[in-house]
């Protein structure tokens, strides 16, 4: 069974960083897409970044672009979120994901495995 442990949350002030790592269990390369997704109080849970694992290829929501970067690293089991020039917008409860199908990277009903997620607090 493939479970994933979110940690790095916390509290940074608007315009800083942070790094978000995800640790697996197990492999997870052969289920194919890692993603984290993010949730505010009063809102959906939305899609943030997501990498495939054979080759590394990346996917972003358009806020993040240029801001959040989204890697892998084999031999640790990980993946990584690191958010730079953070703002209010940003905060919420972070989680990492697993799924099959990079063809519906960005839905959320697609993940069938995820943390327990961690919380990201951005001040202004």
């Known amino acids: 069974q493939v479970r994933l442990v979110e940690s790095g949350g916390g509290l940074v002030q608007a315009g800083g960083s942070m790094r978000l790592s995800c640790t697996t269990s197990?492999?997870?390369?052969?289920?194919?897409?890692m993603g984290w997704f993010r949730q505010a109080p009063g809102k959906e849970r939305e899609f943030v970044a997501a990498i495939r694992w054979r080759d590394g290829t990346t996917n972003y929501t358009d806020s993040v672009k240029g801001r959040f970067r989204i890697s892998r690293d084999y031999a640790k089991n990980t993946v990584d979120l690191q958010m730079n020039s953070l703002i209010p917008e940003d905060a919420g409860v972070y989680y990492c994901?697993?799924?099959?199908?990079?063809?519906?990277?960005?839905?959320?009903?697609?993940?069938?495995?995820w943390g327990q997620g961690t919380q990201v607090t951005v001040s202004s």
């Open positions: 994901a697993s799924s099959t199908d990079w063809r519906l990277v960005r839905a959320p009903a697609e993940y069938d495995r």
């Open positions: 197990e492999r997870t390369f052969s289920r194919g897409v």
